[in-house]
């Protein structure tokens, strides 16, 4: 197998997973937005946005900005999501912290 073909390979996986951590911490930060009835548990939602996103969107960043053989389209998308992937748990902790009751 040729290194271009490995290398599209780890962009596409990158590219996968950081999707769905993507889908996951958009599901977090809604949930912590508009917690249920009780909503004493949404908190738990940004650390498991932290526990997903961060590994896989520095893993996708690193994949994007160092594997140089691939397709430059590819990278630039993977660079894209990882780094939407990697402020989602923010953006749920900034909601978490706005909705406290001071």
């Given at each position: 197998?040729s290194?271009f073909?490995?290398?599209?390979?780890a962009?596409?996986?990158?590219?996968?997973?950081?999707?769905?951590?993507?889908?996951?911490?958009?599901?977090?930060a809604?949930?912590?937005?508009?917690?249920?009835?009780?909503?004493?548990?949404?908190?738990l939602?940004?650390?498991a946005?932290?526990?997903?996103?961060?590994?896989?969107?520095?893993?996708?960043?690193?994949i994007g900005?160092?594997?140089k053989?691939?397709s430059?389209?590819l990278r630039?998308?993977c660079v894209?999501?990882?780094?939407?992937?990697l402020?989602?748990?923010?953006?749920?902790?900034?909601?978490?912290w706005?909705?406290?009751?001071?």
């Open positions: 197998m290194d073909r490995i290398s599209l390979g962009q596409l996986a990158a590219i996968f997973l950081a999707s769905a951590a993507v889908l996951w911490g958009i599901a977090a809604y949930s912590v937005a508009f917690p249920g009835p009780s909503g004493e548990w949404a908190n939602a940004v650390f946005s932290y526990a997903i996103n961060v590994p896989v969107g520095l893993t996708a960043i690193s900005l160092f594997v053989t691939g430059a389209r630039r998308i894209v999501v990882s780094l939407v992937a402020a989602l748990p923010i953006l749920a902790s900034l909601i978490s706005g909705r406290r009751p001071w």
